[in-house]
C-alpha cells in the first residue's frame, strides 16, 4: 500500500505560479511512474505530466514549456511546478504513482488550482 497526501494548491491569478507537492509513503520501492492528472466537472480525468523511475518526462501538449514535473527521492516526493499559469489551467490535480503503465496505482485525494483571469 502507498499512501499519497497532496498540497500546495489554491487560488492565483493568471502569469502566476504555484508549486505542487505530493509526498508518498507507505511501499514506495516499486513505483516506476509518478504522475498528475486534473479533472474538471466538464472534462475527464486528463494526464498533465509524468515522471518515470529513470526520469523520462511527458506532457500534455497543452502545459509543454510552462510545468515542470520533478522529486526529490530522499523525501518521496513528486512536484508539479505550474508557471505561466492560464484560467483554463483550473481544476483539481491528482497526483498518480504506480509501478506498471497498466496499473490503476494509488491516487491523492486531490488539490484545487483556480486560476482567475
Known amino acids: 500500500q502507498v499512501q499519497l497526501v497532496e498540497s500546495g494548491g489554491g487560488l492565483v491569478q493568471a502569469g502566476g505560479s504555484l508549486t505542487l507537492s505530493c509526498a508518498a509513503s507507505g511501499s514506495t520501492s516499486g513505483i516506476n511512474y509518478m504522475s498528475w492528472y486534473r479533472q474538471t466537472p466538464a472534462k475527464q480525468r486528463e494526464l498533465v505530466a509524468r515522471l518515470t523511475r529513470g526520469g523520462a518526462t511527458f506532457y500534455v501538449d497543452s502545459v509543454k514549456g510552462r510545468f515542470t514535473i520533478s522529486r526529490d527521492n530522499a523525501k518521496n516526493t513528486v512536484y508539479l511546478q505550474m508557471n505561466s499559469l492560464k484560467p483554463e489551467d483550473t481544476a483539481v490535480y491528482y497526483c498518480?504513482?504506480?509501478?506498471?503503465?497498466?496499473?490503476?496505482?494509488?491516487w491523492g485525494q486531490g488539490t484545487q488550482v483556480t486560476v482567475s483571469s
Open positions: 498518480n504513482v504506480k509501478e506498471t503503465l497498466w496499473a490503476s496505482g494509488y
